[in-house]
Nanobody, 118 residues
């Protein structure tokens, strides 16, 4: 059974620097591109950042220079370091796992709320 469990969300002041974590189980982590997506109220889910198993990264323009995605293949965990948070970063953040071998193998976590407010 595949599980992606996010943690690290909560209330953060503008300018804050929380780190999200996503622990994966039930997948061969080394062959998955791991990613973070977010969905703000009334908006569609959007890509935040992805990282392939080889370390190639892709970021949304809105977070470039502020957010950093990383992964620890030994711990089957992907991280999202968020810096200089803005109120518009408020959203539910979802972890995603996309197999690099089989396109249909795509999994989502349940999401963690990040609220940026003073």
């Amino acid at each position: 059974q595949v599980q992606l469990v996010e943690s690290g969300g909560g209330f953060v002041q503008p300018g804050g620097s929380p780190r999200l974590s996503c622990a994966a189980s039930g997948i061969l982590f080394d062959v998955y591109t791991m990613g973070w997506y977010r969905q703000a109220p009334g908006k569609q889910r959007e890509l935040v950042a992805t990282m392939t198993s080889r370390g190639s990264t892709n970021y949304a323009d809105s977070v470039k220079g502020r957010f950093t995605i990383s992964r620890d293949n030994a711990k089957n965990t992907v991280y999202l370091q968020m810096n200089a948070l803005k109120p518009e970063d408020t959203a539910v953040y979802y972890c995603n796992a996309q197999s690099q071998l089989i396109k249909s193998k795509n999994y989502w976590g349940q999401g963690t709320q990040v609220t940026v407010s003073s």
